[in-house]
């Protein structure tokens, strides 16, 4: 046996019949000469390899195999050929055989070429096993390891995630170049050791755009957006040329800090190098000003790209999802149907975007004709368009359809369950969300701090304290999860929806969360509910100093002090506000119907039928009336008669749109309305009745959480 032969069996003896370079593959392979073009490709003789690489580059695949046939001889500059076309074109398992085959034909010896390929596609299958073996198949026969032949290993050990075995590579090299070092900084950062990919790159010797590029999309995708910001400054001092690729990381990194002065610069700065017509730098100079406000300016980008390229999706995808960002769902929705009349494919993304415009306004009969396109388009219910429609439906108010698509999704990740389990905690359906935390656990899904921020709010609005308190516990000791605010404040929502405002005062002082205003608004929401004025002062005057200018705060306290009928105090608050300029938000409530969206605030007369709608409210509260309903005038915060607070109740935004609804759609059809405060005690209480009243099931969505009204009751269980 020759020497290549022997070395071709060593290499091939570990578990040969299980690997890609198995024998009995070799033989079948030669016998049914080669099952793959690329390995059959590999008789060519040399004097054909030209005319063979002319078509194989061109992909005439027929014409390549009319010259593979004529002549049977192999020869070296064919093998490279071949094996080198494998790698460039991802066809790595074809390669791999045609190396396998070379060595046991033992005609041809690899070159260095041959070699770096044959590692690229190790790599390129992430077959870690396969490219140890090639690797020491070259150590045991002396192949010079030259700086091309190491790069290979060194980034076939990076991506197979073998990143101990990289650095022992990169150390032992002789010779390095900007690859080498541009390796090794990348895998650095992909195992997490960012002090060491910053001190690799400061060593470096060899920085060019690569090099800066590797380390600050390194640094920002690992969350260490200020280093990567600082590298930038520093790469732009230096007067390295910025390529596509710097352009596009610098965008996606002015957006995610919110730096819109910088990205104006980089435009500038695309626009001078003549790059702005590369679809990718575009794309990101539309995201960077869509997710910081300036929609206007990502427009103008959109607008100003070639009718011949914009029809590819991600263009489309980014002004939508920018929309979206930035609470303009109407108009996503409107560049949405622009985008299907042009023709273009709507793509996984797009409809994941859309899904959220629908979701966010409430939109149903929108959302079920994305719903519709992505079964038109036969995508599957994969986990971000599951997680997207399921989190639509139930934002809509359609909690079973929700439920549908969550049982239908063909893979659930930590994300379709978490959107499900929060649709449960938000209708008010705590512990089927509790029994879905539990299914998931025990499916081994570890939960994320989305999923706990649910099983807590859960916990919160059906009033399980002592539940509440073990998955607090076990959020930290079990998953490691590090408490944020938002599970503070569910643990202060907790005991001040059950009425325990001494516990819930003292854990807000025994964590250090004094300067977290919404923990203050939550107490103060529950010494409302439960008429402790002692705290609801302590926490309103702690409002008062943490957001002078929110609205809110000072709203609350004015309701506190109109409850008790401190009207000099509530007069005092109110001009405090007009001097520092606080403006207090209008409540908006709305109602869809035939794809129109009618909006009201309190008194509202724009409306078309706005007559129509008051006649037909005077009436409704007279029969509410009769059957038990009276009106909240405590919560009227002016200091005026009985019946003018009751009339400044009447009105309110939320009944103004149920009255609207039932006169404009047939008896028994449920309404669905959304408010973008919370719902008031009293207007709480009147929709109870109007369900008795007309028979009528009425879903209310306002800022905190939904109500399922029916039969003169409240899925919330006046608990909100």
């Keep these: 046996m020759c020497a290549a032969r022997k070395a071709a069996a060593r290499l091939l003896s570990p578990r040969a019949s299980t690997h890609p370079f198995s024998a009995a593959l070799l033989l079948r392979g030669r016998a049914a000469r080669g099952g793959s073009l690329e390995a059959r490709l590999a008789t060519v003789p040399h004097e054909r390899a030209s005319v063979l690489r002319f078509w194989v580059r061109r992909r005439r695949f027929h014409d390549a195999r009319g010259v593979f046939d004529e002549r049977p001889t192999r020869t070296a500059p064919v093998w490279t050929l071949t094996i080198s076309g494998c790698a460039r074109r991802g066809r790595y398992a074809d390669g791999m055989r045609a190396f396998a085959e070379m060595l046991a034909e033992g005609e041809a010896t690899p070159n260095a070429f041959v070699l770096a390929a044959v590692v690229r596609c190790c790599a390129g299958m992430g077959d870690v096993e396969s490219g140890k073996r090639v690797h020491g198949w070259m150590l045991r026969n002396g192949v010079h390891l030259d700086v091309v032949l190491c790069n290979a290993v060194l980034d076939m050990y990076a991506k197979c995630g073998q990143f101990e075995r990289a650095r022992r590579v990169f150390g032992a090299m002789a010779e390095r170049d900007a690859v080498s070092w541009n390796i090794a900084i990348g895998a650095c950062i992909q195992s997490g050791d960012i002090l060491g990919s910053m001190q690799l790159f400061d060593e470096s010797p060899l920085r060019d755009t690569t090099s800066w590029n590797t380390i600050i999309s390194g640094l920002m995708r690992s969350g260490h957006a200020a280093d990567a910001l600082s590298h930038l400054r520093r790469m732009a001092q230096a ?14 990194l002015a957006g ?156 659930k990740n930590i994300a379709v369950w978490t959107s499900m389990l929060c649709s449960y905690a938000s209708h008010g359906q705590g512990r089927i969300a509790i029994e879905l935390f539990e299914r998931m656990t025990a499916k081994k899904m570890t939960p994320n701090e989305i999923t706990l921020v649910g099983v807590l709010s859960a916990c919160s609005h059906v009033g399980l304290v002592s539940e509440g308190e073990l998955y607090f516990k076990q959020m930290q000791e079990e998953y490691g999860i ?174 103004l749109a149920i009255a609207f609804g039932i006169i404009s759609t047939p008896s028994g059809t449920p309404l669905r309305i959304f408010k973008n405060l919370r719902v008031c005690e009293d207007c709480h209480e009147a929709i109870k009745y109007i369900s008795l009243a007309t028979g009528r099931e009425i879903v209310v969505r306002d800022l905190y959480r939904f109500h399922h009204f029916k039969d003169a009751s409240c899925s919330c269980e006046d608990f909100w």
């Design 256 to 411: 995610m800090l919110l730096l819109p002065d910088l990205g104006r610069q980089l435009h500038g700065r695309v626009l001078i190098a003549a790059l702005e017509g590369d679809a990718f730098v575009r794309s990101s100079l539309m995201d960077m000003y869509c997710k910081c406000g300036l929609l206007e300016a990502a427009a103008s980008v959109f607008d100003h790209w070639s009718p011949l390229t914009r029809d590819m999706n991600f263009a489309w995808s980014t002004m939508v999802a920018g929309y979206v960002q930035n609470g303009r769902e109407e108009e996503a929705l409107d560049l949405f149907r622009r985008m299907l009349r042009e023709g273009v494919a709507a793509d996984r993304f797009t409809l994941t975007s859309v899904a959220a415009a629908c979701a966010n306004v409430g939109m149903v009969e929108q959302g079920r004709q994305v719903h519709g396109c992505v079964e038109k388009l036969w995508y599957k219910l994969d986990a971000p368009l599951a997680s997207a429609i399921v989190d639509m439906y139930a934002k809509c108010g359609n909690l079973e359809d929700a439920r549908s698509i969550f049982d239908r999704a063909c893979t």
């Design 482 to 655: 590090v408490p944020s605010i938002e599970h503070y404040n569910c643990i202060v929502d907790l005991y001040g929806r059950s009425g325990l405002l001494d516990k819930a005062k003292n854990f807000i002082e025994e964590n250090n969360i004094n300067h977290e205003a919404i923990v203050w608004k939550t107490l103060l929401s529950a010494c409302r509910l439960h008429q402790h004025n002692e705290y609801a002062k302590l926490a309103s005057e702690k409002l008062v100093q943490l957001e002078q200018c929110d609205a809110g705060s000072y709203v609350m306290l004015s309701n506190i002090y109109a409850t008790n009928n401190k009207w000099h105090d509530t007069f005092e608050l109110r001009v405090s506000m007009q001097e520092r300029k606080v403006r207090k938000q209008p409540g908006r409530s709305w109602i869809h119907l035939k794809n129109t969206v009618h909006t009201f605030v309190a008194g509202d007369a724009s409306h078309p039928q706005s007559a129509e709608i008051y006649a037909y409210l005077e009436k409704l509260v007279e029969r509410l009336k009769e059957i038990g309903y009276t009106s909240r005038t405590d919560l009227v915060v002016h200091d005026v008669e009985d019946e003018q607070r009751e009339t400044a109740l009447k009105f309110h935004s939320e009944k």
């Design 239 to 252: 007067g390295v040329v910025f390529n596509h690729y710097t352009y596009s990381t610098a965008f996606v």
